[in-house]
């Protein structure tokens, strides 16, 4: 088993013929994920790769493929609509790597998803990968490794850099999940939390987390109440100074919620095992594994 | 982007909202022509993207146009919170019978814009709502039908008594949530909104603060970017797409992703170092940005050791490599360089190093650590 994507995920590329779109279907491809459509407006009927059909449409291409869950890799200014579309279309997981959604279309996007019942991870994340059996988004295949562990992060290569310490020490992943670093996103920490909780083949959780908001304050007392499987955190940001944006939309620090002490602070009170760098996710987990 | 107060005032006004005359200037002698147009007393405020202004001394009274000009000689050129004022706003003297707030978010916590109002005006709504939480309303939007007349009004009771002054002040907030929208605002404070003499009630302070990604489909707002008022490396920075923030220690930091780059600053504090910048050098880089970046860190004088710190996915090591060795080329200084990559093309771009003459390493600490034990020595 696994959280939120698994050997039936049937994928959709929404941009599949781009860039970035082009590079990642091939590596997604390439890993095993059941990539079945591919979708660039103005190009339907073509195949991309020798195999994967092309469409006009999201709608289209569920239609044809039955596709269920769909990635998008369009240029920000077009990224809000895809999702509109993806969801009209009935996938049931939204998986948005593009970066710069403004926050603004995100408050349209979230309400209409939540009136189709559709999940979205992201925008602005890595994406998903479910180790062996199938990888949604842009994390590295080659540094993860099938095993127990759940990974929820709200960074990118921060989450490779931490992937790779547990997969170069022994500890395999159940799925790791690149949530983002914008500060309305579609799926949190607790909602991976609760998955992973739910997951019978995850025994351990990884969360990485930074400062900006409260969303890793919400996600400690979410774990005191809800979890019973051993949780270990990071919080990146610790020397980052108040009131400027470091990369991320979301890492932000304003007034006095959302600094690197005070949710460290929460995770310790809540019993999860805080990690003072990188490196020590590994000890950690094997005192408490 | 934050904007200016006169830039929000300008975006407000055009929105319809009541705002007293005002006219910004960068030297005493405008701001006395400015004052003597006006006629009687006038205030005169520093234009900086900060708050505290007032507490600072950049916030002054003056009752006719001589005072204006040596009130302005005083305030422009003043530094607050490390930022130097290069414009003030010179405004009538208003007379206030009362101070509220009103201000706009987007709230992450319900995914929506958020009206915020409270009687309590004129001070840091953050402290209000800290010591009185009581006497802050809000009211969440939903952003598909706009900010509707019957919710302004239940907020605007909470303000005023008068019905003519609810009715002006709900007529505000449904103005300032267009503006809000319209300049694609994550942030739009009206602080204070007060009553003058005649219980017409005003907007007299404004604040806005811009979703980054909404510049790219909204230039007329884009071009409203003060770049006097940033540190010219950060400028230099954006324009080459990179994203930088000034810090004060000595080890330099290039490295891809943000939430990387945050926690290799993290560990080079925890090994007894001060990290001298944030920067993200993206995700596809390419070598010329890598070149932008060393030199841009390379100009910080206080910059004893430059860490690179590259966990490759999009990013390929190689592309940083070979950057590192073309920025080599071009840089005069001999600044020491400590280069941990790791991830896609790895062995690529040991080997594009090693022929260029530089070593790398693979594990995080272990450079971490190096750059630290480096910057110290030079120091």
Redesign the interface.
């Known amino acids: 088993m696994s959280v939120f994507i698994d050997g039936d995920t049937k994928l959709v590329i929404q941009g599949i013929t781009g860039r970035d779109g082009s590079f990642h279907a091939r590596e997604m491809i390439e890993y095993g994920t059941r990539v079945v459509a591919g979708v660039t407006p103005g190009k339907g009927g073509q195949t991309f790769g020798g195999s994967v059909p092309v469409f006009d449409t999201v709608a289209e291409a569920v239609a044809q493929t039955q596709a269920n869950t769909s990635v998008i890799y369009v240029p920000a200014r077009f990224a809000a609509d895809a999702i509109f579309e993806a969801a009209d279309a009935g996938v049931e997981l939204v998986v948005c790597i593009t970066e710069g959604v403004p926050v603004l279309d995100m408050t349209k996007v979230m309400l209409f998803l939540r009136e189709k019942g559709t999940r979205l991870i992201g925008a602005n994340c890595p994406g998903a990968i479910s180790p062996g059996r199938s990888k949604v988004g842009i994390i590295p295949g080659q540094i993860c490794a099938e095993g127990k562990v759940g990974v929820v992060s709200r960074s990118g290569t921060l989450t490779y850099e931490i992937i790779h310490q547990l997969s170069t020490n022994g500890y395999g992943q159940s799925s790791c999940i690149g949530i983002g670093g914008d500060p309305i996103i579609g799926t949190n920490f607790i909602d991976c939390l609760a998955a992973f909780e739910a997951d019978p083949d995850t025994e351990a959780i990884v969360m990485i987390g930074e400062i900006g908001g409260t969303d890793e304050q919400k996600a400690a007392q979410y774990v005191a109440d809800h979890v019973s499987k051993p949780v270990v955190g990071f919080i990146a940001g610790q020397t980052a100074p108040p009131g400027r944006r470091m990369g991320h939309a979301g890492a932000i620090i304003s007034g006095s919620s959302g600094t690197a002490a005070e949710k460290m602070d929460a995770l310790e009170a809540a019993g999860i095992g805080v990690m003072k760098r990188p490196k020590d996710v590994v000890p950690l987990l094997k005192e408490r594994l | 982007m934050n904007l200016h107060e006169y830039q929000a005032r300008a975006l407000l006004k055009a929105a319809g909202v009541p705002v007293p005359d005002g006219d910004v200037a960068s030297t005493p002698e405008e701001v006395e022509r400015i004052a003597r147009e006006m006629g009687g007393g006038v205030v005169v405020k520093a234009q900086v993207h900060t708050g505290g202004r007032g507490k600072a001394g950049g916030v002054k009274l003056a009752k006719d146009a001589a005072e204006a000009r040596a009130v302005a000689e005083k305030i422009l050129g003043m530094t607050i919170k490390g930022l130097t004022v290069e414009k003030v706003l010179v405004a009538p003297a208003a007379e206030i019978t009362s101070e509220s707030y009103v201000g706009m978010i987007?709230d992450?916590?319900t995914?929506?814009?958020v009206l915020m109002v409270s009687p309590e005006g004129g001070v840091d709504i953050?402290d209000v709502a800290?010591r009185t939480p009581d006497k802050i309303f809000k009211l969440t939007v939903?952003?598909?039908f706009g900010l509707m007349a019957y919710q302004a009004m239940s907020l605007a009771f909470e303000l005023y008594d008068d019905l003519n002054q609810v009715r002006q002040a709900a007529a505000v907030m449904q103005r300032l949530y267009t503006a809000f929208?319209d300049a694609?605002a994550?942030l739009a404070e009206i602080n204070p909104l007060i009553t003058d003499r005649d219980g017409t009630v005003v907007a007299l302070d404004a604040k806005i603060a811009v979703?980054?990604?909404?510049l790219?489909?909204k230039p007329a707002i884009a071009a409203l970017r003060d770049q006097s008022a940033e540190a010219r490396s950060e400028v230099e920075a954006r324009e080459a797409g990179l994203?930088f923030?000034k810090?004060d220690g000595n080890v330099g930091c290039c490295?891809?992703?943000?939430?990387?780059?945050?926690?290799t600053?993290?560990?080079?504090?925890?090994y007894g170092g001060e990290?001298a910048n944030?920067l993200?050098i993206g995700?596809?880089s390419n070598p010329e940005k890598v070149v932008t970046a060393l030199k841009i860190i390379g100009s910080d004088p206080n910059v004893r050791c430059v860490l690179f710190n590259i966990?490759?996915?999009?990013?390929r090591c190689d592309d940083v490599a070979n950057g590192i060795v073309a920025a080599r080329s071009q840089m005069s200084s001999e600044l020491p360089l400590v280069i941990r990559l790791?991830?896609?093309n790895e062995e690529l771009a040991v080997k594009i190093l090693k022929d260029a003459g530089f070593s790398a390493l693979t594990d995080?600490?272990e450079a971490v650590e190096k750059a630290v034990q480096v910057a110290m020595e030079a120091a």
Request: aromatic letters at 6%; charged letters at 30%; a negative charge.
């Open positions: 987007v992450r916590e995914q929506r814009p953050e800290a939903d952003p598909r929208v694609g994550s979703d980054d990604n909404e790219e489909r994203s923030v810090l490295v891809n992703g943000a939430g990387l780059a945050m926690a600053m993290d560990l080079v504090k925890f990290p944030f993200d995700g596809s966990f490759g996915g999009i990013t790791t991830g896609t995080m600490d």
